[in-house]
């Protein structure tokens, strides 16, 4: 999902400011709450998250805000600066709306907290993203968050395990941080939307890494037991994000035919998930698989070792190491996972020529969408100038690289 740019709006340069005037402009009245949710980047790990595996994430400074006030006829007005159509709505009759297909990401999360327990009478809302539209750095799973916490800032809860507690009480006009238990609940929940709602059988990296997030950290994910840890960026490098201009659009069939290849790989190889697989198990029972089968397990099977081993080699501080993973991974999607495209490789080929480049590869999905790039920081500029130049000599494609900034989550 993403929130697209609007014939006269500049995407990327509005905040919270100007969700605040934008909101003020469709109620005639400020709104009483803003939130904002970041996207995030995939480092290493690619679809390992359903398959029980592991993850290295960064939440980054490319947001989904929301600007709201509550109401007492239990009706919702949805408003977006991305899409002219506005969507109303009753709590009790919440269903998807094809004219406004960006809101299915906020209904369904109202309807997971409500089946959660969670009371709210009505509100009116304001939805702007930063993210850039189709790049892969799940603006949908930012939006999903972003209306969790809107949730909370007007009408306070908090999720225990089975049930609602105590709700929090503000001071000095805020609400208390969010546990680390907490988070995760609140991540389930926007999970559970895009499952049961949307229709896309995802795992929990989008969501943790927009709540987990911390400013030039990156976040840890064992996706077996949903354990998060933070670890700091080693100094000098820059990440640079290139939008191959293919739009991701990674569709609920695509995506929930890779998760359907990979737990029939699991299921025949006697596992719950392909995560409890090392290579030679992998090669000693590939007979048992179709080829398709195996090629997702292969990759899956891959990601979860460099994962283990790019954590060791940042610990290290061994950046050049690490982005050699980086480049194996995305190796991998082209050649067996079948998620990238030849403008994605392009772009992995000229950074892999460009010396100060540490590693690359595709983030998210795939299918469309952008590289990450680990560059050496002082020639971030240059690289981005490279990069650039050399993509529209390949493809007469323009694009504009950026640096992101590794950002607190969501808040």
């Not at 000098?236 to 991701?248: C, E, N, P, Q, R």
Request: hydrophobic share 40%; with cysteine; glycine share 10%.
């Amino acid at each position: 999902m993403g929130l697209v740019k609007k014939e006269g709006l500049v995407i990327g340069s509005l905040g919270k400011e100007e969700v605040k005037q934008f909101y003020q402009k469709a109620f005639g009245k400020p709104p009483a709450r803003i939130v904002r949710a970041p996207g995030r980047l995939e480092l290493l790990g690619n679809h390992t998250d359903y398959n029980g595996g592991l993850v290295m994430a960064l939440a980054v400074d490319k947001y989904i805000y929301i600007a709201a006030s509550p109401r007492n006829d239990g009706q919702i007005e949805l408003v977006t600066t991305s899409f002219p159509e506005r969507d109303t709505f009753y709590l009790d009759k919440i269903e998807k709306n094809p004219a406004t297909a960006w809101a299915n990401y906020t209904k369904g999360v109202l309807l997971k907290l409500r089946a959660r327990g969670v009371h709210f009478t009505g509100f009116n809302a304001a939805i702007h993203g930063t993210i850039p539209f189709g790049a892969g750095l799940s603006s949908s799973a930012a939006l999903e968050m972003a209306t969790a916490l809107i949730v909370r800032e007007l009408f306070p809860y908090r999720l225990g395990e089975n049930s609602l507690e105590l709700p929090p009480k503000r001071e000095a006009d805020h609400l208390p941080a969010l546990s680390p238990t907490e988070k995760l609940r609140i991540a389930k929940v926007g999970q559970a939307a895009e499952n049961d709602f949307v229709g896309v059988k995802c795992g929990l990296l989008d969501q943790i890494s927009s709540l987990f997030g911390k400013s030039g950290q990156v976040i840890q994910i064992d996706c077996l037991s949903n354990s998060v840890q933070n670890d700091p960026m080693p100094p000098g490098v820059a990440i640079v994000v290139a939008d191959s201009a293919v739009k991701h659009e990674l569709s609920a069939g695509d995506y929930n035919e890779l998760r359907a290849q990979c737990e029939s790989a699991a299921r025949k190889l006697g596992v719950q998930f392909l995560r409890f697989i090392n290579p030679p198990a992998l090669e000693k029972n590939k007979s048992k698989l179709t080829e398709r089968e195996y090629q997702c397990a292969y990759h899956i099977v891959g990601e979860n070792q460099r994962v283990v081993f790019g954590e060791r080699a940042l610990r290290e501080g061994d950046v050049t190491q690490f982005g050699q993973y980086l480049f194996q991974s995305h190796a991998s999607s082209r050649d067996y996972f079948h998620n990238s495209t030849p403008q994605l490789d392009t772009l992995v080929e000229i950074a892999q020529g460009l010396k100060t480049c540490f590693g690359a590869r595709l983030t998210g999905g795939g299918f469309g969408g952008a590289t990450i790039n680990l560059v050496r920081q002082d020639a971030a500029d240059e690289f981005v100038r490279l990069l650039s130049d050399e993509y529209f000599a390949r493809t007469k494609i323009k694009i504009q690289p950026w640096v992101a900034q590794i950002v607190d989550g969501a808040g």
